[in-house]
Every structure is written in structure tokens, then in C-alpha cells.
């Protein structure tokens, strides 16, 4: 039952990108299609559950031991980064179709820093590996969630031409991300 | 004191090692063989990714080129020229291409056809062509105006003048962008050897276009009994012409009473260029 809460929180009430504001680089920039947005999301599930796994198991099989603790931010980047390299390589030539869907959204997560975020929260939460993991899923589908509702707003804000000039673009996306993320503040304290 | 600092290196020394044999290995184990003329085909197309071909972008007919076998004359920006390269690569006789571009099925500009609603909602044609009592326009099947089309174009060839869309012949590459965003299915495409269209999309009868529209198709039929390669036929109250008939003669041109079939290379909304050049 934790681990459904856990899930549950990590999706909304402690939303990646707008409760935790991590990943905001991919959420302003990949969101401007919704089917793009859709791709991002699904490479982030992806990349994001693999790295919570080798994260946890080298953070807690060789850096504990050794007592290296302080090292985790070096190892984890190098551990991610190496994995997602891994992965595109091995899904280029096992799985042609899979890899054509996340197609170039896969290098882009290599340095993104919900990858890491996600690592490092499940490293000072102190979560087991299954905890890990589905705070991993949990995240990522709030990714997915809020990158997809970034993009069909401005979809449908990229089409009004009253926007006043100044504020068109960027500028509006964020005050858009702004009011998205105070919504989602209003799930704070359902679960604890 | 000394491990403090040998530990660390031979660690990260040891993990970056296994992570680099790795991704060697991966490399060599996974090495996916690319052909070769994808590169190339890639290289020589526009890159606008306008999809005018019927793939996703320009990477994508590269590969469907070579790997599914489309046809080598699909990049309506590149013309014949880059079917031929295509082709040469490829090692097949380069596929007949015909050069099509856009064209307005529509003279009504605000002038010409009356605009019922004050509408002052986002200006965007999708989102007006959605409101109750259709568009702006009191001919539900006429251009809106809003310029859709004009953003989605790569090429810079459409614009708006007098509330209607002009094509700018000479950038238009036919690539049809503007035709599938287009709520009122108002652009066409026709080949650019076609040099007579009819500039009208309403299927209404002739009285209710007339109502709303003084250069709209009346659906009356002359031209279909004028033309001598018998080219035109009435579809739903509109003529259409079949452009594998038709011989641009022009003989329907002289006849339509409305002045709703013209050359199609002139641009003919306003009146003076309609009686000297257009009829």
C-alpha cells in the first residue's frame, strides 16, 4: 500500500517538474508539439527507471562499502550518461522500431536533471531498490503528465495572436508553467 | 591519509574503464550497418521537412527511398532536377515529375463576397472555421482569410491581400502543407502546366452563391457544354475541371457568366484585372 501512495505522491503531489522544478529545460523546450511532447515523456519513463536501477545499485553495492558516499554526483552523471549511451545502441540494433519512437530524445536525457534529481532523491530518501524504482516510475509519469499538458496549452496559445507582443513565446510558457505549478501545489498535503 | 586520495581515483578510474569497455563493446556487438545512400539522398534534399512527400520530414524519404522503395520524384520542393540525382544514386530511371502548386479555389474577397459576423475571437482559421454559423464569411466553403496556410508554409509563398490568400507562383514548390491545414479545404493543388481553374469552392445552388457572393460558381453549366475536349463536368453545384482533358483552350474562360473560371497564373479578384485579363 506505501508503494501505491508513493507512486501516486511522486506523480502529483511532488510532481518532478512542478512541484520539484527539475527537468524545466526539456518542459520549455520540447513541449511546443503535443506528439513531440508525447515521445519526450515516454523516453523519459524509459531512461529514468533504468538509471533509478543502476543508480541504486552503485550507489549502494560499490560506493557504501568503499565509503565513497561523496562521490555519488561524479559516478551518477557517469553511470547515467554511460547507460543512456548503452541503451541507444543496443535498442538501435535490437529494437529498430522502439528506437525510431524515442529517436532523438533519448541522447537529449543524457544530462537531464530530472535523471539525476530522481538518482539523488531515491539516495537521500533512503529508498530500497523496489521503492526506488516505482518513485522512479512515479516521477517519470509525472513528467510525462505535465510535459503533455504544457504542450496542449501552448499549442492552442501559439494560435492567438492577442497575446501582447512582449509576452509571446517563452515568456507566456513560463507564466503558463507558473499557474500549472501553483495548480499542482493544491495537491500538497493529501499525502503525506 | 593517502587512500583518502587513492581510493577515489582508482574508483571512478575503475567504474569510467568498465562504463568505456562497455559502450566499445556495444559499438561492436550492435553496430547497425547504415546504407550509405541514405546519407546521400539526405544530403541532397531541401531540408525544409515540409512533408510535402508524404514522410515524416525530409530523413524520413531518405530512408523510405532506399529502404521501402518509394518513388524517387516525391520532394515537390527539389522538382525534376533532384528526381534525376535521386534516381542517379539509386540506379534507376528517375520517375516522371509533375510540378504542381497551390491555388485558391476562391475570388470572394471582402469586396467580392459579404462577410456576415464581426468576429473577433483568436485569428486563427481553425479556430473561426469551429464557431456556430461556420465563418465569418456568408459563404461557408470560402477562403477566410486569417492566414493559416501563411504560417505553415516554408517557403514564403502565400500572403494575405484583401482578405484572401495569394500564391506567390514562383516560391510555391507544391509541397501541399497549406492544403492539409487548411479547415475549408480551399487550397488545391494543380499541375503547373494546368493554366485554367475554377476559383470557386461552394457546392451551393446558383441563386444562394448568389446571395452571398458576386464571383461565386452558379453551377449553370456553360462551360461544361463549351468545352470542347469535354473536360469540365458539374460536381455537387461546382465545375470542376479534370486536368488530364483538359487542353487549356480557354474557350470556358470566355464563357463562365460569374468570371469564376480564369487562368490560373493571373491573379483575378479585382474587377479591372477580371475584365482585361481574366474573361
New interface residues.
Given amino acids: 500500500m506505501n508503494l501505491v501512495w508513493l507512486f501516486l505522491g511522486s506523480i502529483f503531489v511532488n510532481n518532478i517538474i512542478l512541484s520539484r522544478f527539475l527537468g524545466c529545460c526539456p518542459f520549455l523546450g520540447v513541449s511546443t508539439k503535443s506528439e513531440t511532447a508525447k515521445g519526450m515523456g515516454v523516453a523519459v519513463i524509459f531512461v529514468l527507471v533504468l538509471a533509478a536501477v543502476m543508480t541504486w545499485l552503485a550507489y549502494h553495492l560499490v560506493l557504501v562499502p568503499l565509503h565513497l558516499e561523496y562521490l555519488y554526483t561524479l559516478s551518477f552523471i557517469l553511470i547515467i550518461a554511460a547507460l543512456v549511451q548503452f541503451v541507444e545502441l543496443a535498442l538501435k540494433k535490437v529494437n529498430p522500431a522502439l528506437y525510431k519512437s524515442l529517436g532523438i530524445f533519448l541522447p537529449l536525457i543524457t544530462t537531464n536533471c530530472a535523471v539525476l534529481g530522481v538518482a539523488v532523491i531515491n539516495m537521500n530518501e533512503k529508498y530500497t531498490l523496489i521503492e526506488s524504482v516505482v518513485n522512479a516510475l512515479g516521477s517519470s509519469v509525472g513528467f510525462l503528465i505535465a510535459i503533455v499538458l504544457m504542450a496542449g496549452l501552448r499549442e492552442r496559445i501559439s494560435r492567438n495572436t492577442n497575446i501582447p507582443k512582449c509576452l509571446q513565446g517563452l515568456p507566456i510558457a513560463l507564466v503558463t508553467a507558473g499557474l500549472m505549478s501553483i495548480a499542482f501545489m493544491g495537491f500538497s498535503g493529501i499525502i503525506q | 591519509m593517502i587512500s583518502a586520495i587513492v ?2 581515483t582508482v ?2 578510474g575503475v ?2 574503464l568498465v ?2 569497455a ?2 566499445a563493446f ?2 561492436i ?4 550497418k547504415t546504407d550509405e545512400r541514405v546519407t546521400l539522398i539526405r544530403d541532397i534534399l531541401p531540408g525544409a521537412n515540409c512533408g510535402g512527400c508524404g514522410y515524416p520530414g525530409c530523413d524520413g524519404y531518405a530512408d523510405a527511398v532506399v529502404n521501402a522503395g518509394a518513388g524517387t520524384g516525391r520532394c515537390a520542393a527539389g522538382g525534376s532536377s533532384l528526381a534525376e540525382k535521386i534516381a542517379a544514386i539509386m540506379g534507376v530511371t528517375s520517375e516522371a515529375f509533375v510540378p504542381v502548386r497551390v491555388f485558391l479555389r476562391c475570388r470572394g474577397t471582402t469586396a467580392a463576397s459579404i462577410r456576415t459576423v464581426a468576429y473577433d475571437g ?3 482559421c ?2 473561426a472555421a469551429i464557431i456556430p454559423g461556420s465563418t465569418p464569411n456568408a459563404c461557408p466553403y470560402g477562403c477566410i482569410g486569417f492566414g493559416t496556410c501563411v504560417e505553415v508554409c516554408n517557403f514564403g509563398a502565400l500572403s494575405i491581400v484583401e482578405g484572401l490568400v495569394q500564391v506567390n507562383a514562383a516560391r510555391c514548390v507544391g509541397c501541399g502543407a497549406c492544403v492539409d491545414v487548411c479547415p475549408k479545404s480551399v487550397l488545391a493543388l494543380a499541375p503547373q502546366s494546368s493554366a485554367v481553374q475554377v476559383f470557386c469552392n461552394s457546392s451551393w445552388k446558383g441563386p444562394d452563391v448568389k446571395k452571398v457572393c458576386s464571383v461565386g460558381c452558379l453551377a449553370c453549366g456553360l462551360c461544361v457544354r463549351s468545352c470542347p475536349a469535354k473536360a469540365i463536368t458539374l460536381q455537387n453545384n461546382r465545375a470542376v475541371i479534370d486536368v488530364k482533358l483538359c487542353t487549356n483552350c480557354g474557350s470556358c474562360i470566355t464563357k463562365c457568366p460569374a468570371k469564376t473560371i480564369g487562368p490560373l497564373n493571373i491573379r483575378c479578384v479585382d474587377k479591372e484585372t477580371i475584365d482585361s485579363q481574366c474573361a
Fill in positions: 581510493y577515489p574508483v571512478m567504474l569510467g562504463f568505456g562497455l559502450l556495444a559499438s556487438k550492435f553496430f547497425v483568436v485569428k486563427d481553425r479556430s
